[in-house]
């Protein structure tokens, strides 16, 4: 893999990363949208994050979280209300790119749930991401699961 295209994908982790962050503040302080990110990105330096892929992830997921919650709900094992705050927001990121973002491969959407879950999640909430993405995949992936 090349020198560019590893940065790229890192950029995109990094995204990530200060995504599900702003997602969780969101949920648990309901401060906007606009506050959560502009703090983010004064606070942090951001020079080697996707910024447009961060924008697009923090307000979709945010602006979307019901339509998220309503995809996830056939595939989880309890009520949203009783999931913890990142495994939520972690959840409602991996629905959002599973459903919005088909370029990008499941296992991968999964694979970086799966971190993601494990640097912010407790100890075996990654076990559980998994499982609850693999379901969501199924309905949202099938035709690219079964190839």
Do not use: C
Not at 32 to 47: D, G, L, P, Q
Not at 75 to 86: F, I, K, W, Y
Not at 112 to 120: G, M
């Amino acid at each position: 893999m090349s020198q560019t295209l590893q940065a790229v994908y890192a950029a995109k982790r990094k995204a990530r990363r200060f995504a599900v962050q702003g997602i969780y503040e969101w949920q648990m302080s309901q401060n906007s949208v606009h506050e959560i990110e502009a703090r983010t990105r004064a606070e942090n330096a951001m020079h080697k994050v996707d910024l447009g892929y961060y924008h697009e992830l923090l307000t979709q997921v945010i602006a979307d979280h019901e339509a998220l919650d309503t995809l996830l709900i056939p595939v989880l094992d309890r009520e949203v209300s009783a999931l913890d705050g990142v495994e939520l927001a972690t959840l409602r990121l991996g629905a959002y790119e599973l459903r919005n973002h088909v370029e990008i491969p499941y296992r991968v959407v999964l694979d970086e749930a799966i971190e993601l879950a494990k640097h912010f999640g407790g100890a075996d909430s990654h076990k559980y991401i998994n499982g609850v993405l693999d379901r969501l995949a199924q309905t949202l992936r099938q035709a690219e699961k079964e190839a």
